[in-house]
């Protein structure tokens, strides 16, 4: 199982970035998809995430209306495309890949991170 995220770097405050994380190993398309990220000396967080066939997606309130999350189960991709960028959106995201199934287990795979910094 591989998750490898991509896309992260240095922008200026309010530029974009659209990050990546290409999936193998695992059945993508039955998985649920999440982006987290990890600023320093805070605790991981739910950024976004999309169901296993992109019908439904979810946000966290800081990124709701600047961020995008999609998906393509063809290319077995992911994508977080991040716009209005705000230097406290500076942190390492990671790509997480989550499956429950019918008796209630769940498998979760995490990709390395990708480091991404907004500053002027």
């Known amino acids: 199982v591989q998750l490898v995220e991509s896309g992260g770097g240095l922008v200026q405050p309010g530029g974009s970035l659209r990050l990546s994380c290409a999936a193998s190993g695992f059945t993508f398309s039955s998985y649920t998809m999440s982006w987290y990220r990890q600023a320093p000396g805070k605790e991981r967080e739910l950024v976004a995430a999309i169901t296993s066939a992109g019908g439904m997606t979810n946000y966290a309130d800081s990124v709701k209306g600047r961020f995008t999350i999609s998906r393509d189960n063809a290319k077995n991709t992911v994508l977080l495309q991040m716009n209005s960028l705000k230097p406290e959106d500076t942190a390492v995201y990671y790509c997480?890949?989550?499956?429950?199934?019918?008796?209630?287990?769940?498998?979760?795979?995490w990709g390395q991170g990708t480091q991404v910094t907004v500053s002027s």
């Open positions: 997480k890949a989550r499956r429950t199934d019918g008796l209630g287990v769940s498998r979760n795979y």
